[in-house]
């Protein structure tokens, strides 16, 4: 397990964050659509609430320009 994740070592998860698409894939590049589809945003206007893990804020930094970001 990544550092961060664990409760055993007092650690604290990630908190949840609420991500929005916001603009459309249409005429993006094939990277970008698929880092939208990885975060689960298929459709305009859907919002998912995911963990701000490393990974998951390194993704919405790629597509930051398409997605409305807050915390839940």
Avoid at 22 to 35: C, N, Y
Avoid at 37 to 48: D, E, P, S
């Amino acid at each position: 397990m990544r550092p961060g994740t664990r409760f055993s070592e007092g650690l604290v998860m990630a908190k949840p964050i609420q991500v929005r698409l916001v603009r459309s894939p249409i005429g993006r590049p094939e990277k970008q659509r698929r880092i939208l589809q990885a975060l689960g945003l298929t459709r305009l206007n859907k919002t998912v609430t995911l963990y701000g893990t490393p990974t998951i804020v390194g993704a919405i930094r790629k597509v930051v320009h398409m997605v409305e970001v807050s915390e839940s």
